[in-house]
Protein backbone atom coordinates (compact mmCIF):
# COMPACT_ATOMS: atom_id res chain seq x y z
CA UNK A 1 0.00 0.00 0.00
CA UNK A 2 1.51 3.42 -0.87
CA UNK A 3 1.86 5.54 2.41
CA UNK A 4 -0.40 8.37 2.18
CA UNK A 5 0.44 12.24 2.94
CA UNK A 6 -0.19 11.97 7.05
CA UNK A 7 2.15 9.04 6.71
CA UNK A 8 4.85 10.41 5.10
CA UNK A 9 4.79 13.51 7.19
CA UNK A 10 5.22 11.63 10.25
CA UNK A 11 8.31 9.71 8.70
CA UNK A 12 9.66 13.02 7.63
CA UNK A 13 9.21 14.19 11.34
CA UNK A 14 11.01 11.08 12.75
CA UNK A 15 13.85 11.94 10.78
CA UNK A 16 13.83 15.44 11.47
CA UNK A 17 13.90 14.68 15.33
CA UNK A 18 16.50 12.15 14.98
CA UNK A 19 18.42 15.34 13.02
CA UNK A 20 17.50 17.39 15.96
CA UNK A 21 18.59 15.30 18.50
CA UNK A 22 22.40 14.58 17.04
CA UNK A 23 22.71 18.09 16.83
CA UNK A 24 21.94 18.29 20.93
CA UNK A 25 23.79 15.00 21.44
CA UNK A 26 27.45 16.25 19.27
CA UNK A 27 27.20 19.96 20.16
CA UNK A 28 26.37 19.39 23.83
CA UNK A 29 26.55 23.74 25.30
CA UNK A 30 26.57 24.37 21.51
CA UNK A 31 24.04 22.82 20.21
CA UNK A 32 21.38 25.29 18.30
CA UNK A 33 17.80 24.12 17.13
CA UNK A 34 16.55 23.48 13.47
CA UNK A 35 13.74 25.04 12.55
CA UNK A 36 12.31 23.70 9.06
CA UNK A 37 9.76 26.00 6.93
CA UNK A 38 6.62 24.54 5.06
CA UNK A 39 8.52 25.14 1.60
CA UNK A 40 11.52 22.86 3.08
CA UNK A 41 9.33 20.26 3.71
CA UNK A 42 7.73 19.76 0.94
CA UNK A 43 11.20 19.72 -1.16
CA UNK A 44 12.39 17.28 1.26
CA UNK A 45 9.56 14.78 0.62
CA UNK A 46 9.50 15.56 -2.99
CA UNK A 47 13.08 14.18 -3.65
CA UNK A 48 13.17 11.75 -0.85
CA UNK A 49 9.15 9.99 -1.83
CA UNK A 50 8.36 7.84 -4.93
CA UNK A 51 5.74 5.61 -5.87
CA UNK A 52 7.96 2.49 -6.05
CA UNK A 53 10.37 3.35 -3.45
CA UNK A 54 7.92 4.97 -0.61
CA UNK A 55 10.18 7.20 1.77
CA UNK A 56 13.07 4.83 1.72
CA UNK A 57 15.24 8.24 0.73
CA UNK A 58 14.14 10.22 2.44
CA UNK A 59 17.16 9.65 5.43
CA UNK A 60 19.40 10.27 2.35
CA UNK A 61 17.97 13.20 1.29
CA UNK A 62 18.17 14.54 4.66
CA UNK A 63 21.88 13.85 4.76
CA UNK A 64 22.65 15.60 1.24
CA UNK A 65 20.63 18.05 1.44
CA UNK A 66 20.57 19.33 5.32
CA UNK A 67 23.50 17.82 7.10
CA UNK A 68 26.34 17.86 4.96
CA UNK A 69 25.80 21.63 4.47
CA UNK A 70 25.05 21.98 8.15
CA UNK A 71 28.52 19.95 9.28
CA UNK A 72 30.42 22.59 7.16
CA UNK A 73 28.32 25.63 8.59
CA UNK A 74 29.53 24.19 12.37
CA UNK A 75 32.70 23.57 10.94
CA UNK A 76 33.13 27.28 10.08
CA UNK A 77 31.29 28.21 13.36
CA UNK A 78 28.85 29.80 11.33
CA UNK A 79 25.71 28.79 13.77
CA UNK A 80 25.87 30.17 17.05
CA UNK A 81 25.71 28.18 20.13
CA UNK A 82 21.80 28.33 21.33
CA UNK A 83 20.92 30.00 18.14
CA UNK A 84 18.84 28.70 15.52
CA UNK A 85 19.25 27.16 11.48
CA UNK A 86 16.70 28.20 9.49
CA UNK A 87 16.07 26.08 6.63
CA UNK A 88 13.86 26.94 3.87
CA UNK A 89 14.19 26.89 0.02
CA UNK A 90 15.76 29.07 -1.96
CA UNK A 91 14.16 31.42 -4.36
CA UNK A 92 15.15 29.37 -7.43
CA UNK A 93 13.20 26.64 -5.43
CA UNK A 94 15.40 23.65 -6.04
CA UNK A 95 17.65 24.05 -3.33
CA UNK A 96 17.85 24.56 0.21
CA UNK A 97 19.01 27.73 2.40
CA UNK A 98 19.89 27.21 5.60
CA UNK A 99 20.26 30.42 7.42
CA UNK A 100 22.43 30.43 11.09
CA UNK A 101 20.47 32.86 13.38
CA UNK A 102 21.76 34.47 16.71
CA UNK A 103 19.28 33.44 19.97
CA UNK A 104 16.22 35.29 20.33
CA UNK A 105 15.21 37.43 22.77
CA UNK A 106 13.56 36.17 25.44
CA UNK A 107 9.89 37.45 24.41
CA UNK A 108 10.46 36.08 21.10
CA UNK A 109 12.33 33.15 21.43
CA UNK A 110 9.94 29.86 20.72
CA UNK A 111 11.34 27.31 22.65
CA UNK A 112 12.43 24.33 20.61
CA UNK A 113 10.69 21.26 21.39
CA UNK A 114 13.51 18.49 22.84
CA UNK A 115 12.86 15.20 20.81
CA UNK A 116 12.71 12.36 23.21
CA UNK A 117 15.78 10.52 23.49
CA UNK A 118 14.65 7.11 23.53
CA UNK A 119 12.65 5.87 19.91
Same mark, same amino acid.
Given at each position: ?????? &?? @???? +??? #?????? !???? /????????? %?? +??? &? $????? *????????? &? /??????? !?? *???????????????????? #? $???? @???? %???? #?? =?? =?? /?? /????? %??? *???? &??
Amino acid at each position: QPLDSA &AL @DEIL +DQQ #LRRLQR !HVYE /RMSVRSFSI %EI +DQS &A $RALLL *REGVSQEYG &A /RELKRVI !HR *RILQPLASLVAANRVPPLGY #L $RVSV @DPGG %ESLT #LL =PE =PP /RA /RSQRR %EPV *RPPL &AE
